[in-house]
């Protein structure tokens, strides 16, 4: 009965976007028809969530699926990428893959609504900074990214040149398209001149 309680509070909190949850230190879990949620709260008040896919996700977690937004590679980070540089630390106390891709919402701080941020991970085992995504949306001062394995991750609204992987040459590119594009208008007009 008590399971019930919780997973119908839940519910009505997430339709009506109310952040208290529960007053529970450990993870509650609830299941709908496709996900299965674990949400760590601290005294009432929403901390943060794992969403895993039911199809994908095989049994229950045997992870710490606790989150600090501090690391303990911050000064290695730091000597790869400006220090300077704003950023979010979302570092996760179980290192290693996941049972299944999981939604991972966390607090922002640092960052305002409808920003549009870069998620980075540090490899420890290459010493290097790899791009993970570059839409990272920050919406009521919360931000929800897919991972499939935990590590040390970062969130910033930089673009970190020295990462490794991703989209990192976005610009290059852009500007690459527009003289494609310029140069067949241009040929275009000169063809039809003829």
């Known amino acids: 009965m008590k399971k019930k309680i919780i997973i119908f ?24 028809d496709d996900k299965i949620m674990y949400v760590q709260d601290e005294s009432g008040k929403f ?20 989150i600090k937004f501090k690391s303990v590679n911050e000064d290695k980070i730091n000597s790869l990428i400006s220090e ?11 290192h290693g893959n996941l049972p299944s891709e999981a939604t ?8 305002k609504d409808g920003e549009k941020l ?11 900074i790899e791009t993970i995504t570059s839409n990272v949306i920050v919406s009521n001062g919360y931000a929800s990214f897919k991972i499939n394995h935990c590590s040390d991750y970062f969130l910033t609204l930089s673009i970190v040149k020295e990462a490794t992987g991703g ?11 527009l003289v494609v594009i310029v140069f067949l208008i241009g040929y275009t007009m000169f063809k039809n001149k003829k």
């Open 167 to 177: 989209n990192n040459n976005n610009g290059v590119i852009i500007i690459a398209m």
């Open 104 to 111: 991972v919402k966390v607090p922002i701080s640092k960052f």
């Open 47 to 66: 901390k943060y969530s794992w969403a895993f896919n039911k199809d994908d996700y095989n049994g229950d977690y045997d992870f710490d699926l606790g």
């Open 84 to 94: 300077d540089m704003k950023k979010e630390y979302v570092s996760f106390n179980y």
């Open 118 to 128: 870069n998620l980075y991970y540090y490899n420890p085992e290459t010493n290097e």
């Open 9 to 32: 509070t839940f519910i009505v909190c997430l339709f009506f976007g109310i952040s208290s949850i529960s007053a529970f230190d450990k993870p509650i879990r609830t299941e709908t």
